[in-house]
T-cell receptor, first 115, second 116 residues
């Protein structure tokens, strides 16, 4: 079993739809939770991050972390064709030293928003 | 704007040659940078941690003699793939923390290496 599970999709939605992306994890040591967007042949771009549990909102994006269920979500409201990309969840522990830099990524969900 | 600059974006080299990839932190002086690798249709995996002024630390299964890392200044880390082979063909991406000593990480735009 992988430490982080993410449905690879692909997910196709019409413009304006609400998109829900999710990841589950098994390692209870994870404390940092991040969502990245990756366009083809580019590096991942940080969208949202949360430390420990809770919700965070930034514009059209909302990130949720439920540590009791080991489940994180990213919601995209009013989705646009420019949101079409691969979305990666990532997590890291807070175990001291440079452990914060050892991100464990999900497989990535391919999202297409069609006009 | 970009906080991490990585160069080159693409490189094709012949088997047996060496390739150097540069990673620059643009926002602040990073004592630590991280090198990741992404194979096709797979997610990113940490290869090594680059430490300014000291030796890099490598993840299990990554050959330190093959992937040489130099972090000579607080804004520059380099990864040299020595004696490259076709199986080293991959997408190499460096990253720096958003704040010293903490997640999250910002990633560069990556270097696509093709070894023929």
């Amino acid at each position: 079993q992988k430490e982080v599970e993410q449905d690879p999709g692909p997910l196709s939605v019409p413009e304006g739809a609400i998109v829900s992306l999710n990841c589950t994890y098994s390692n209870s040591a994870f404390q940092y939770f991040m969502w990245y967007r990756q366009y083809s042949r580019k590096g991942p771009e940080l969208l949202m991050y949360t430390y420990s549990s809770g919700n965070k909102e930034d514009g059209r994006f909302t990130a949720q972390v439920d540590k009791s269920s080991k489940y994180i979500s990213l919601f995209i409201r009013d989705s646009q064709p420019s949101d079409s990309a691969t979305y990666l969840c990532a997590m890291s522990p807070n175990a001291g030293g440079t452990s914060y830099g050892k991100l464990t990524f999900g497989q990535g969900t391919i999202l297409t928003v069609h006009p | 704007g970009a906080v991490v600059s990585q160069h080159p974006s693409r490189v094709i080299c012949k088997s047996g040659t060496s390739v150097k990839i540069e990673c620059r932190s643009l926002d602040f002086q990073a004592t630590t940078m991280f090198w990741y690798r992404q194979f096709p249709k797979q997610s990113l995996m940490l290869m090594a941690t680059s430490n300014e002024g000291s030796k890099a630390t490598y993840e299990q299964g990554v050959e330190k003699d093959k992937f040489l890392i130099n972090h000579a200044s607080l804004t520059l880390s380099t990864l040299t793939v020595t004696s490259a082979h076709p199986e080293d063909s991959s997408f190499y991406i460096c990253s720096v923390p958003a704040r010293q000593g903490q997640s999250p990480l910002h990633f560069g735009n990556g270097t696509r290496l093709t070894v023929t």
